[in-house]
């Protein structure tokens, strides 16, 4: 049904995440980050957005990625249905997957990355995509994007990809945060979108608005 990679670069303090799924609107439902708490994504059969919104707003008052998700996951009773990963500011990782999950569903964790999936074609789309995410000579965000490739090429979402979605956040510039919620293509669709903010006007913009590491920016 879904797959999804969290990251946490702690030389650069960038988060970047992404995700697919074989429906609709992938990133309203499964993809959140906050830049001074860390990166969740809630996945599954019935993924559930109090998982993701809890994770993260505990996350920020200090909690682990860990102790983040076993609390949330322990007290619902329709946790076999659902699927998560989290990576907190300290680049800790931690994920559950449901023991009711569509097969093949798995997650696999690491210091600064976290990845995720379920109905998939078979465990090759996860090493696949951990194996993408430990390239370096590319931008983090074009680095998610071969991710997502990686994930479909291996098999991906056995019913196919009809939406993506890329976030990246990061200390000394603006949000990125792109969805393509409905498309046969949906991975190279957000390819095109992600070079378009790199394009004038959009990206000599994005120099204006406020950043973690000055609040207050604004036009000279």
Known sequence: MTFSILTFDKKTGTFAAAAATGSLCVGGWVLRGDIESGLVASQGTAPSTFWRD?????MHQGQSAKEAVEAVTKSDPGRGHRQLIALDRQARAHGFTGAD???????ITEPGIAIAGNMLKGPEVLESMMSAARTDDISVADRMLRVLS???QAGGDSRGVLSAALLVLAPDRAPLDLRIDHSDDPISELESLCHWTRQPPYCDWLSEVPVLLDKSRAPD
Not at 54 to 58: F, G, I, Q
Not at 101 to 107: I, L
């Open 101 to 107: 999950s569509v097969a093949y569903a798995n997650h």
């Open 54 to 58: 809890n994770v993260l707003r505990a």
């Open 150 to 152: 990686a994930a479909k």
